[in-house]
């Protein structure tokens, strides 16, 4: 199995009832590369992402966790009623393999597209 191949993680968190992505991308703008993707923040890092979907929801590939409580922090101070209790989703997942697929709680994904993890996102967010 290549480095890409190996298992990282995507954790998947519902924080608030909704962010204000507009405020949140021009905070982010001007530190971290973004994309604004029907009404989602995607903020890349080299193999990492994070989308953040303006009904509360953020998903992480392979984000350290000190790197997510960060983030989390700044989406709290741009969140409209934040839960009481977080609810979380963990997964895994492998690049550069043959199809993209999920099985159970493991995701394999053809490419590192950003459209395509964004993609991926959407549909874990909303499970």
Request: charged share 20%.
């Amino acid at each position: 199995m290549s480095e890409n191949q190996s298992n990282k993680h995507c954790v998947a968190y519902c924080l608030a009832q909704r962010f204000d992505i507009s405020a949140l991308a021009k905070r982010l703008s001007d530190a971290s590369l973004i994309r604004l993707i029907k009404g989602a923040l995607l903020i890349e890092d080299g193999q990492s992402w994070s989308v953040v979907f303006a009904y509360g929801a953020v998903v992480h590939w392979n984000v350290g966790s000190e790197q997510q409580t960060k983030l989390h922090q700044l989406l709290l101070d741009h969140a409209e009623n934040p839960l009481s209790s977080v609810e979380e989703d963990i997964f895994t997942f492998a690049l550069d393999c043959p199809s993209t697929r999920i099985i159970e709680d493991h995701i394999e994904i053809e490419s590192s597209d950003p459209i395509l993890i964004f993609a991926l996102s959407k549909h874990g967010a909303i499970d």
